[in-house]
């Protein structure tokens, strides 16, 4: 698989050992450029109305959070998280927690499944007191993060 990811300096030679193993070719693009800056064509849509992204539901009444990552729209898959009984959700919520569904972070945006998983694996190494399984996370290199 070949990615196409931003030049930060020291990071991106980091970023390009943790992911040697995993079988990826990395291209690196500069980051300051008119398109960054300069922004035309369709409206934002509202947060529940966006795909192929990665999510962050936040604890209300603790510092838990939920990351996940998918290429349906928001609003469907948290209507799949408050109906599942039996998810990692789920059990926090029996706890007599509160999950924040309304105030539900957008971290990343990728179309494409492989990079979107990449992103949702870091995104879920980098909390503090995650309630993700963290099965999804075993390939990937503690020092990429």
């Given at each position: 698989s070949y990615f196409n990811v931003p030049y930060v300096k020291n990071f991106s030679e980091r970023f390009r050992q943790c992911v040697r193993d995993l079988d990826v070719k990395l291209s690196y693009t500069g980051i300051n450029n008119l398109r960054r800056f300069i922004k035309v064509g369709k409206d934002r849509l509202d947060k529940d109305s966006r795909n192929n992204i990665v999510y962050k539901i936040n604890c209300m009444d603790c510092n838990a959070s939920y990351v996940g990552q998918t290429g349906r729209l928001l609003k469907t898959r948290l209507k799949e998280h408050k109906k599942n009984l039996t998810s990692v959700i789920a059990e926090h919520r029996a706890l007599d927690h509160t999950l924040d569904f309304d105030g539900v972070e957008i971290l990343d945006e990728e179309a494409f499944l492989g990079?979107?998983?990449?992103?949702?694996?870091?995104?879920?190494?980098?909390?503090?007191?995650?309630?993700?399984?963290?099965?999804?996370?075993?390939?990937?290199?503690?020092?990429?993060?």
């Open positions: 990079r979107r998983l990449i992103s949702e694996m870091i995104h879920i190494k980098r909390q503090r007191n995650a309630l993700n399984l963290q099965n999804d996370t075993l390939k990937l290199n503690a020092s990429c993060l």
